[in-house]
């Protein structure tokens, strides 16, 4: 079998084919733009491959109400010409095979989830840290819904004490995202995070602000897995803040031994590193033929 995956990012689209495996036999990559230009481009890659599915795990946020005359399609996104986008409808008229779809960070969870990180659990969370921060959620062995879809990179935190930066979401300003995400990282300090040394008091903040968010849905969620990915986490010495943090935070109240005596094990980067995207749209894909990967 022969499944058509694409990571559909704000930044970049990454297209590819893969097996009921997870193994990703090809792939390819170009900017987004406006979507019938980025979209003919997935499609063109797609003429020649036979695909018996596609999955598609999109930036959003996006309508996921299979009830709704409006599924499939991207709502209230700041990329350009993408509001309102029927994006599952316009690969269908190509392409009228199973087509699976959800966000990117719920795409990656769930490649984690089947070939990653927390392969053979039931439950784990993935946060995405880079341009954006975006939270998917797999839970009892299903991806998390509700009435739209996880967002947790924009819930409240509380401020560091030594942070004067205002933030830079839009919607709510000093949320996670608005704190925490490359761009805020970038604008704070004037410096790209990959510019910032490795022991440059940035690192603390934004460990402190990830630990807060963590210790949450921890709490609300219990996951059995907590997976880091997207670009500000290649700082690997992020890690062992964060899990401090999180440690502190929590205080001995959540008397697991995964947490109290193997963190090192609970929180981790992705397995499948950056094919994480990929690999999740490839699992949806083969979701929506019917089959189990």
């Not at 907590?226 to 670009?231: A, C, P, R, S």
Request: glycine share 16%; proline share 6%.
């Amino acid at each position: 079998m022969q499944i058509g995956a694409i990571e559909a990012g704000g930044t970049k689209f990454i297209c590819g084919v893969g097996n009921e495996k997870g193994e990703i036999l090809d792939r390819i990559s170009f900017p987004t733009e406006v979507p019938e230009r980025t979209l003919e481009q997935a499609l063109e890659y797609f003429r020649d491959k036979s695909v018996e599915a596609i999955g598609i795990g999109s930036f959003g946020p996006i309508n996921l109400d299979h009830f709704s005359p409006g599924y499939g399609h991207v709502t209230t996104t700041p990329k350009p010409g993408w509001t309102g986008f029927d994006f599952i409808g316009y690969i269908k008229r190509a392409y009228p095979v199973p087509i699976g779809f959800d966000t990117d960070v719920n795409a990656a969870v769930f490649g984690e989830a089947k070939w990653g990180a927390a392969k053979g659990l039931d439950s784990c969370v993935y946060y995405t840290i880079g341009t954006g921060v975006g939270v998917g959620v797999y839970t009892e062995g299903k991806l998390v819904h509700g009435l739209v879809h996880p967002e947790g990179g924009h819930v409240m935190i509380r401020r560091h004490s030594e942070d004067s930066f205002g933030g830079l979401c839009p919607y709510h300003g000093d949320c996670l995202e608005g704190m925490a995400s490359g761009p805020a990282i970038e604008k704070r300090w004037g410096l790209k995070g990959s510019e910032l040394p490795g022991d440059h008091k940035a690192w603390e903040m934004e460990a402190y602000y990830l630990a807060q968010a963590i210790s949450g849905v921890i709490l609300l969620l219990s996951p059995k897995k907590v997976i880091l990915g997207g670009g500000v986490m290649h700082q690997k010495q992020l890690f062992p803040i964060i899990r401090k943090g999180v440690a502190h935070n929590l205080n001995g109240y959540v008397a697991s031994p995964a947490i109290l005596d193997d963190i090192e094990n609970y929180i981790v980067p992705p397995t499948l590193g950056d094919n994480a995207g990929l690999c999740g749209a490839l699992a949806l894909g083969i979701e929506a033929t019917g089959q189990r990967c």
